[in-house]
């Protein structure tokens, strides 16, 4: 029997079937990083709208975590659907350098040195200069393991906060902030963090499960033969105790026990058995206000004061007040004239102020106590006027460093104003931050009212740290005056110097070679301060240092996109949005993007006791860098990212599919030189490329709105159900068995390319080494001459007429396949192509034969009706009947349509012969 193989048209292509990503993907990404393709791709856009993603600065203290793979896998799939949108992109990268984490690695590596100095005795600047040394590693480290993810981003000129010029402009900005009246300093509380002696900012406090004595103590009113009942689960604040806080607009009542408590709740009061006594009368709280109750503990007075903070869903409705010690406590006392006294320490101990006051009897015992320590004996003191005691756990603050419970601690310290009145329109910050909110995009939607909330209800902004790594607040203070001097002169040329030689400069120089010529001040008279700016306040400022400044090559201010964890409503997108408005009265971007965190298959946080972290490298060599990518891309980033080596299997599975589809669309289209119009296309591969559009502009409208993983799951369906199942294999005949020319095979080859193209196009932001491997290895024909994916802009498929019920044609096909699954089963059948059918519906009707009968994979399509039919089926009221075909198998095409077993069909004669 003759081998007709050698005449048949079969699929043909280099691009290997295994992509072999852990081994290959480095030396694409090495070519990229050689070739400068960053550059190319700003050359590429020159003069084309733009858009700036302004990256949010990891830390740079340790190897990235999967966390920051997500984060900067997003922005590179959005910077790049934004470039072959046909936008001109611009991506900064940077990394935070200061800050306490820096500093504590440092200090852990001095006290590791034995014989070696401490950082007790070492100058400011030399310990400085470690932390910088310390983050410079990291930052080179951190560069190279994003670019493994096949980042494309300004790897040559990254920002670091720690640079001169940055650190320089850091220190600018708080100059304009200073200029507009936004920068106070006072004593007022703020979280302290005693385990890392400084303020904390509300971004960097975490709530924990605490264990606390809720106490109820007896207050002896001096005017009155009653007590006033507090409740605290703070004992060790009530030495600093200076009022009590009643509600003035609740009921209060006498008790026969002799105790005044708010009548909401005395009947839980009794219950808990704090009280026993009846009502003996009503009292209104304004007859107290300004009266005096004596503290237990110490004897001194506690004025008896009204506030609007008083609740009624727990407690007394009598709150111990020390502003010292609280937020609440210090606004009220403000407005009282209460004292502030501070008996803490920055060690979170009892200092000489608790003698010198005498605010505990026996005060010397309690020098140096840490403050939680202090709680028992001061319970113990109490005595009888300790009424009741139970130990709670309830949620805490904590540092987000140390993990140790902070405190709240009145210290001097430098504060932006949130509600003072300033700039053109007279508004306050929190005013302007408010209202620019509804001018900005948020993905999702509900980041709107996080954002809203974070700053309705913020407090002024504690900027001051008391540590050494950091942009020093560097302002002279007259000794004199205790005045701050706010020269601009004088600041401008301290500025200059920071540009020079960096911020170490405050340290190092003299005042008076900090000192401008011509300022007129003494600098005899001058003493520097000491304290250093919040990370927060350095990171807030990018917006200035990165995209005002010049400096970078960063792209448009305000910036197209900030996008970092939900995390950051409270952090980097609030202090960028303060630092904006309160020097420029602008907000610095007009979309934010936030992501969820990286969780284990079960959801649960990961960690290293738990032996359920999966790091990027690890990931990378296992499975290569588009694997990962492909996850971010079809995870819903919006909530929580569920990642196992099991699901990075599924997405491995994901990633062949898509290859394997692609492959045999560029190995079907090899010898394709032109593609043919679309008029002159044959009815199905009109019918294939409408629903390719369709699909194709469906994704991209997700792909615009970010939403990665409903464009590609749209995606994923098509090539399966569509492209996959019907129309590659509906095209086989045609393409094996035709004359290489012919009008049916070039039009199917045509439509083939195309989506091709398409497809390239619309995965080159995700899977963009697998799109450049296609192009290397795709004909002219779909490559259009570009040397790399990186010459590619977006594809768009063109509008196709297609006049056919899709519907009809689909559910014919789908219970054709229903009805002779039996006929297979019994072996009845081995293959479709054994049948034939007739059909009197005018759909297929209006296909020509070889369409109607490629559509079922079947060997004819049949005029007339037979009296030995198999199966039928109908659809829409039309008949469709199946039978065995009558002529015989073809040995080339495998159609019964050859006369006899040894023959081969005229089609396959006619290009045999050719």
Known sequence: MVDYKDTLLLPKTAFPMRGNLPQNEPKQYKLWDEQKVYDKMKLNRKDAESFTLHDGPPYANGHIHIGHALNKILKDIIIKYHYFDGKSVRFTPGWDCHGLPIEQKVEEALNKKKGGKKKKDLPKSEFRELCRNHASKFVDIQRDEFKQLGIMADWEKPYLTMDFKFEANIYRELIAIAKQGLLIQRSKPVYWSWAAQTALAEAEVEYEDKVSPSIFVAFKLKEMDASVIIWTTTPWTLPANTGISLNGEEEYVLTSDKFVVAKKLYNSLVKDKVISGDIVEDINPNTLENTFAINPLNNRDSKIILGDHVMMDAGTGAVHTAPGHGEDDYKVGLKYGLDVIMPVGANGAYDNTIVRENLLPNAEEFLNMNVFKANEPILELLGDDLLKRVDITHSYPHCWRTHKPVIFRATKQWFIAIDKTYGKDGNTLRQNALKSIDDIKFYPAHGENRLTSMVDNRPDWCISRQRDWGVPIAFFRNKLTDEIVYDEKVLNYIAMIFEQKGADAWYDLSIEELLCPGSGLNSDDLEKTMDILDVWFDSGSTQNAVLRSRNYDAGSYPADMYLEGSDQHRGWFQSSL???????????????????????????????????????????KQFGSEILRL???????????????????????????IRNTARFLLSNINDLETIVDVDKMGSLDKWILAKARTVFDSIDDDFRNYDYSRGLNKLNNFLVADLSNIYLDICKDKLYCDDKDSIERRSSQSAMAMIAKALIGTLAPILTYTTNELISYAPNVVKDGLDDIFDLTKYKLPKVAFDLNEAHLLEAKEKFNESIESLKKDKTIKSTLELVIYTNSEEFNKLTSIEAEDWFVVSKVIEKKRDDKIVDFIVDGKTFEVYKAVESKCPRCWKYKAKNEESICPRCQEVVGN
Request: proline letters at 3%; zero cysteines.
């Open 631 to 657: 996850w971010v891309a079809m995870s819903d980033y919006q909530s929580d990212l569920k990642i196992s080596n099991e699901i990075l299997s599924q997405m491995a599975e994901q990633y062949r599919k």
């Open 578 to 620: 303060l630092t904006s408005f309160a020097s420029s009265e602008m907000a610095p971007y007009k979309s934010i993007l936030t992501h969820g965190f990286t969780v284990d298959a079960k959801g649960e946080k990961m960690s290293k006791s738990k032996g359920n972290v999966v790091a990027p490298e690890k990931v990378i």
